[in-house]
């Protein structure tokens, strides 16, 4: 069936190859301008990231102008501020990110006041407010999980009053996606694991959502497909570089699909359950996912169907509603083979949610703007029992 | 044109409506919790109301143009009017810029899950309160 209506904008160009980071003149002559201003953290500085993405520059006739290497996890306002004055002086006329979800949603903040001014979160907080593009932005996402390289969405936390502010705008969509499977080497195995599943459950939760369309679901699908082959693969051996290429590109892909269908109650799970027990969000939503895609089934059924193939199950013969079951079964067995590798909890009983919380939780899950966006009504009642058994 | 011939029938209808949402517990509650001012920018005809919902009540005040509001809602009367039929695909009208949402994007979508029992309670509003002309359910 096809939806009543929908849009489909993804302007960042995207660029994959191993190594490619040390090779960036074709594209940087595109762009035009010379003078960078780097936003990244002080881990991948101290690896030698920043300094090999520098000489790139320079081989390439660009400058890094200046850096802001303090970005901390959940990207910060205090630290859009400080980069914003950082990247003012130093007379940059664009902006690279190489990190993770944090340091590139950073960037796409300070943009927004390096480029137009003006207060960001009185002046830009909200939906569509921006009028025309930006200063050139160049990502190079060091995880493969938040997609943030290819989407509208920046979240910032505002520390003072203690509140996530979205920005959600089509020019806050990079220009330029640089996805270098070599910069992801270093990741640690639980990291790949907890960001893959995050993008996992972008690409599920968008695939099956009520915003989707058949241009979302060919990018959820196609990433589904990468991440359930490879996820494993990368996580057990971090130097296996075509996996780690292709747990890149998938989180890319996912992220195109998610910044146009929007995610569900898995997300609002995770979101609730982060705030409230300071779970990490990839693992969050590999506990949650199977759960959510049960609680959602009768509305899915159909469309998880579709995807158990992509998830390399035998559905030969099987009626939809089996087939279905099938996608479920997938995604468990995944995540059962993280767990083994010591790289994934399973239950919310293993990241310290107490028992006593999950009313807690199933309460504060309708409320989560996600729920606006699920396939199923979000009931506190109804979802309780899905919560209980995930613990 | 708008549906809406003045400012000032359309105030009537959504004013008063906002304030019978107000006297409804299930939706009032849900909208005092989150403590919110929102203002209610339309166009065609023109008209700014602000529903606060920081006090005891939910306190419902055309023309407010000077208190600062959590959240600015910016939209057409015609947009405002089918929203409350639930008849406006939220993103399709944020997409299109129908709708412009000023402020904390979440805080906003929390709101919706509560507000959804209004949809049902607008054409019955307009038909108990003379306003069937504006019925287009």
Known sequence: ?391 | MGLFESAEKFEEVLAGFFRQLGQNKQIADKLLKSKMIIRFKYTDPDLVIVVDCSGDEIDVRPHDTETKATVEMSMTSDVAHKFWFGKVNLTKALTRKEMIAKGPIPKILKLLPAIKPAYEMYPKYLEENGYSEYNIH
């Open chain 1, 1 to 391: 069936m096809l939806p009543e209506f929908f849009a489909f904008y993804s302007p960042t160009k995207v660029v994959y190859e191993p190594g490619i980071i040390s090779d960036l003149k074709p594209e940087l002559d595109i762009i035009g301008i010379k003078k960078y201003f780097v936003v990244s953290d002080h881990i991948l500085n101290d690896i030698g990231l920043v300094q090999k993405l520098a000489d790139g520059l320079a081989e390439a006739g660009c400058e890094m102008v200046g850096t802001f290497l303090d970005v901390k996890q959940d990207a910060r306002l205090s630290d859009v501020n400080t980069c914003t004055k950082a990247v003012k002086a130093s007379g940059a006329e664009g902006i690279i990110s190489i990190g993770g979800g944090s340091v590139i949603d950073t960037a796409k903040a300070v943009n927004i006041i390096f480029s137009e001014g003006g207060d960001l979160v009185e002046d830009y907080s909200g939906g569509h407010l921006l009028t025309r593009p930006l200063k050139p932005h160049i990502v190079i996402p060091t995880t493969a999980g938040t997609g943030s390289e290819v989407t509208m969405v920046a979240v910032i936390y505002d520390e003072e009053n203690k509140e996530k502010l979205v920005f959600a705008d089509k020019f806050l969509q990079p220009n330029l996606a640089v996805l270098d499977p070599e910069v992801t080497l270093s990741l640690p195995p639980k990291l790949t694991a907890s960001t893959g599943m995050d993008a996992l459950t972008h690409s599920i939760e968008a695939y099956v959502g009520i915003e989707a369309s058949p241009f979302s679901d060919a990018f959820a699908a196609g990433a589904i497909e990468l991440i359930m082959k490879y996820l494993v693969a990368a996580t057990e051996d971090g130097e296996d570089a075509e996996a780690r290429g292709a747990m890149l590109i998938a989180a890319a892909m996912a992220g195109i699909a998610f910044t146009h269908s929007m995610v569900g109650c898995v997300h609002g799970m995770a979101h609730v359950t982060g705030a409230l027990f300071r779970v990490p969000h990839g693992e969050a939503n590999a506990v949650y996912l199977p759960y959510g895609m049960e609680y959602n089934f009768e509305e899915i059924t159909e469309k998880l169907a579709r995807l158990a193939p992509l998830m390399d199950e035998d559905v030969t013969g099987l009626a939809e509603e089996e087939a279905a079951r099938k996608a479920i079964e997938a995604v468990r067995k995944l995540t059962g083979k993280l767990h083994d590798l010591g790289t994934l909890p399973v239950k919310l009983s293993e990241i310290g949610v107490p028992e006593d919380g999950l009313k807690d939780i199933a309460e504060a899950v309708p409320s989560d703007g996600t729920s606006f966006y699920n396939p199923r009504e979000v009931d506190e009642e109804e979802l309780l029992p899905y919560i209980q058994r995930a613990f």
